[in-house]
């Protein structure tokens, strides 16, 4: 079964202190994985796209690489606003149609002044 | 542009009463999705339309039909509402298909009592 787990499912850090969070996921075949960042209230806001491991991309303070089985999302020296709810999501095959996202629950990060 | 809209922002529903969800994206996506968030689970697709003309089943379609109106409208309608379906739901575009990234609109808070 298809699967994507994140973890941790929340994260508290101080504004600088760098960190990672983590997506592992089981799929019969990526076809991209995808990062969203999600505020309370609001809907996701789409952050990067990974097709093949070893793939890296960077916005601002954040990283986002890919591996084989997981992916990882670095924030360098994390700012409050930087807090906010990140949602990691796989594209495969789903009920023999092809190409719909699979989400994780999230890990809800907090970032202290 | 607005990019994905969605109205309305909150409804509140006794159990058997029946809602159409609206969403129009002005971006000329191809693709439109209908998801679901609830507490401690991921998003989950609810009904997806490939292109004007089609449209098919999510992981959880139950309780559900849409219409794709046109290029840009893409609504859900619940014909007998359940307090199962209290969710926030989200509407979401893709440009030339399924295999594009998504972009999602602001939500739609809904209760059923």
């Known amino acids: 079964e298809d699967q994507v787990t994140q973890s941790p499912e929340a994260l508290r850090l101080q504004e600088g202190e760098s960190s990672s969070l983590n997506c592992s996921y089981t799929?019969?075949?990526?076809?991209?994985l995808f990062w969203y960042r999600q505020d309370p209230g609001k809907g996701p806001e789409f952050l990067f796209t990974l097709y093949s491991a070893g793939e890296e991309k960077e916005k601002e303070r954040l990283k986002a690489t890919l591996t084989k089985k997981e992916s990882f999302l670095h924030i360098t020296a994390p700012k409050p606003e930087d807090s906010a709810t990140y949602l990691c999501?796989?594209?495969?095959?789903?009920?023999?149609?092809?190409?719909?996202?699979?989400f994780g629950k999230g890990t809800k990060l907090s970032v202290k002044p | 542009n607005a990019g994905v809209t969605q109205t309305p922002k909150f409804q509140v529903l006794k159990t058997g009463q029946s809602m159409t969800l609206q969403c129009a994206q002005d971006?000329?996506?191809?693709?439109m999705y209908w998801y679901r968030q609830d507490p401690g689970m991921g998003l989950r697709l609810i009904y997806y339309s490939a292109s004007e003309g089609t449209t098919d089943k999510g992981e959880v379609p139950n309780g559900y039909n849409v219409s794709r109106l046109n290029k840009r409208e893409f609504s859900l309608r619940l014909e007998s509402a359940a307090p199962s379906q209290t969710s926030v739901y989200f509407c979401?575009?893709?440009?030339?298909?399924?295999?594009?990234?998504?972009?999602f609109g602001p939500g739609t808070r809904l209760t059923v009592l």
């Open positions: 971006m000329n996506h191809n693709s």
């Open positions: 999501a796989v594209r495969t095959n789903y009920g023999g149609s092809q190409g719909n996202l699979i």
């Open positions: 799929v019969s075949g990526l076809r991209g």
């Open positions: 979401a575009s893709s440009e030339a298909g399924v295999l594009d990234t998504q972009y």
